[in-house]
């Protein structure tokens, strides 16, 4: 009978990760094991968010196209959440502020859910120690992350404008009201006249940049005089000859920003409840509502994401310094047997050339490390890939594609390279593929052809395309690839091949 937990939404939630674990490993070829151990660290923070003191930290670690950052936005959206988690690339970071950063996560993510979750994409920027080992010049916008990731609570100071601008609505209240009380009825100045006739009109502009009022004097206050002036307030100045029944004692602008903190502090009210609480407000009352605003505004606030994730995901060259010195002719298995002996203490290792160890300890111990490719799963991403554009052709145009093995072999010789990930083979599939579907189609079109199949080969340099039409060939189409790789791999049979050939020989005997 003490069970607070609702055993139903747990089972639900325990399902949705169960659900998207399948999911993820059609998806995403080679990388099961590394599904795996981020779902099961997220299951926990997933199932009983409420329970972490400090944000979960997983880390991912990997050369680039390895598909980090798509695995980790998949899951955003498997599990319902891609409303509710914040992306930052570290390669930008450089042009925000403290404030802003801030700004962009309090707008992005609601204070009134759970299971939030940040991206720290491309970390690797995000270093404070340069080649030599020396400090970086420190980035203003850092601190906020790195305290995310210590202990989840931001104290978010508020733009200091929200602060002059409510003292200077206070002090400007005083001064009027100390000469002559103000009077207001339905929100609207009723005594203006009588309020401001001790003041000089440069006096008068600048309330008007704050208070709605109408002088019924001969001479008008008019913008013009005031640009004349050079004067320069929050607002631009606009003063009208009469004002309406709509047209509250304080000026729009201010008044949203007395709702916004009546709003957030007070928990939430209508903008209508709102402009009608003033109006029923007297001046006293609107003093102490302003001044209370200017409190709030000078303290700051506490934005609260402990029961958050934060994954942080970086390209470390330092653990990966293989990459740069590979034999081009290593075989993509070769270099995965390499690259999946990497540990954490290697990572650890590679962490301490771009941080200070304070930093790394605030990541924790959950990393994640991905392996380069191995030919097999190569081999299995090109057939996911052609897959993919077959299946979105037919669904899209109606035409039922066909690729012969030789297609996977030419996108696998020109778009395999064991350091670069997939992103290679990806330009790949659209180079010698996707490309070629726009000039089959108005080729068979002008001549004639009603197609509803294209079969897709490739032999000595071009790349085929036949066309039928319910089973009966109509139409044999052929393109010249420009091969970028396999070309490098012919043999040359000149004289310097001769002489280097002779040479090898000689160190073999």
């Known amino acids: 009978n003490n069970i607070k937990i609702d055993i139903e939404k747990v089972n639900a939630k325990n399902q949705l990760i169960d659900n998207a674990i399948v999911q993820l490993k059609k998806e995403f070829i080679g990388i099961d094991y590394q599904i795996d151990t981020v779902m099961d660290n997220l299951r926990t923070w997933f199932l009983f968010p409420e329970l972490q003191e400090r944000p979960m930290i997983i880390n991912l670690f990997g050369m680039s196209g390895c598909g980090k950052t798509q695995l980790v936005k998949r899951i955003s959206e498997l599990l319902h959440i891609e409303k509710d988690y914040v992306y930052f690339n570290f390669a930008q970071i450089d042009e925000m502020n ?18 939030r979750m940040f991206i720290y994409d491309e970390f690797q920027y995000a270093a404070t120690l340069d080649e030599a080992g020396c ?14 990731l210590d202990t989840g609570i931001l104290e978010k100071k508020h733009n200091y404008g929200n602060v002059r601008s409510m003292l200077r609505l206070m002090r400007y209240i005083e001064i009027i009201n100390r000469q002559t009380p103000i009077q207001l009825k339905n929100g609207v100045w009723t005594n203006a006249d ?51 029944n709509n047209d509250m004692f304080i000026r729009e602008h201010y008044l949203e920003r007395i709702y916004e903190y009546y709003d957030r502090a007070r928990k ?12 029923s407000m007297n001046i006293d009352e609107i003093f102490m509502l302003v001044n209370e605003c200017y409190e709030y505004y000078q303290k700051g606030y506490t934005l609260n994401f402990k029961d958050s994730v934060i994954f942080v995901i970086a390209n470390l060259d330092e653990a990966y ?32 050339r771009r941080f200070r160890n304070e930093q790394i300890a605030r990541l924790g111990n959950i990393h994640v ?22 299946n979105i052709t037919l669904r899209e145009t109606g035409y039922k594609l066909i690729f012969d093995k030789s297609i996977n072999n030419i996108i696998y010789k020109e778009g395999v390279f064991p350091t670069h990930g997939t992103r290679p083979v990806f330009s790949t599939v659209q180079e010698i593929v996707r490309s070629k579907l726009p000039f089959v189609i108005e080729k068979a079109y002008k001549e004639g052809h009603t197609i509803d199949t294209i079969k897709y080969s490739h032999s000595r340099g071009y790349t085929y395309a036949e066309v039928y039409k319910d089973d009966t060939k109509v139409g044999r189409y052929k ?22 050939a002779v ?7």
């Open 135 to 148: 400090e970086k010049d420190k980035k203003s916008g850092m601190k906020t992350f790195w305290e995310l």
């Open 98 to 115: 403290a404030w802003e950063i801030e700004d962009t996560i309090e707008v992005q993510l609601s204070s009134e859910r759970s299971n």
């Open 321 to 352: 310094r293989i990459s740069f010195d590979v034999n081009p002719d290593m075989s993509p298995d070769q270099f995965h047997e390499i690259t999946k002996k990497l540990t954490i203490v290697d990572i650890k290792e590679a962490l301490k």
């Open 369 to 390: 490390i991905y392996p380069s490719f191995s030919s097999e799963t190569f081999k299995k991403i090109i057939q996911l890939q052609l897959d993919k554009y077959a």
């Open 268 to 279: 939430q009210i209508d903008n209508i409840d709102f402009h009608n609480m003033i109006k």
């Open 194 to 244: 009588e309020c401001l006739k001790g003041f000089d009109e440069y006096e008068k502009k600048t309330f008007a940049n704050f208070f709605n009022f109408h002088l019924n004097e001969d001479k008008k206050l008019e913008e013009s005089e005031c640009a004349k002036d050079n004067c320069h307030y929050d607002l631009p100045i606009a003063i009208g000859s009469s004002i309406t």
């Open 479 to 500: 393109f010249k690839e420009k091969l970028r790789v396999e070309n490098l791999r012919e043999s040359k049979k000149d004289d310097t091949q001769a002489l280097v």
């Open 503 to 509: 040479h090898e020989s000689g160190h073999f005997v």
